[in-house]
């Protein structure tokens, strides 16, 4: 009964910025869930730091007013105690985050052999896409340029200001290399749901590496500031099968 049940739950990811968002989109790639799982961390001992300076302000105001104490004696506030207590226990805390983000970001920074690399190239503005593991007889490689939809061509379902015509195809589970750059000026290629957030810089190319776990449509955009278009700068990665992807990429050629 139970798998009969499953056979009709349909998981819904929230794979696009929605309004009044608060928290991150859902994650698809190990990367995002390394990142929301530092933020929680952090976020965790910045709890505890809230409510002890929250604790000890409240209880010096309670203790220590002219009301409640006409007298204040020295060593109620000095000593060599409390000096050392202050002193280590935020160099403790910073070394309990220190250790997991200095971790993660030398993982970010691995590029795994991968099986697909796609070149991301930034103008004004608009993204061009290079994928320079095929070619065909002439030695062409599949090349397309991806701009914004315009909101008048918008069809049912498309989200405004982050749809474009040419979407960035890749394969689920596969690892897939990212090589940036620019022609003009600086931009910035990322998409929050993958964990993916690289500078694009005329005359220099970066690269950053990303394996997808789930089919999906995930959105990003330019971050950063480029010109007068620079909301105008979306990126849309659709990741599918490895059927649906060796039928795209054959379609062509």
Known sequence: MLQYLLGFIQLVFNDAPHPWQIGFQDGASPTFEGIAELHDQIMFYLI???LGVGWMLTSTIRNFNSSHNQI???????????????TITPALVLIA???????????????????????????????????SDY?????????????????TELEKGDLRVLEVDNRVVVAVGFHIRFSVTAVDVMHSF?????GIKMDSIPGRLNQTGVLINREGVFYGSCYELCGIYHSAMPIVIQSVSLPHYLAWVSSHF
């Open 48 to 50: 505890l730091i809230l």
């Open 72 to 86: 204040v004696h020295k060593y109620h506030n000095h000593g060599t105690v409390i000096e050392l207590i202050w």
């Open 97 to 131: 985050i220190a250790f997991p983000s200095f971790k993660l970001l030398y993982l970010m920074d691995e590029i795994v052999d991968p099986s697909i690399t796609i070149k991301a190239v930034g103008h004004q503005w608009f993204w061009s896409y290079e994928y």
């Open 135 to 151: 070619a065909d007889e002439f030695g062409e490689s599949i090349e397309f340029d991806s701009y914004m939809v315009p909101e």
């Open 190 to 194: 990322g998409v929050p749901s993958l």
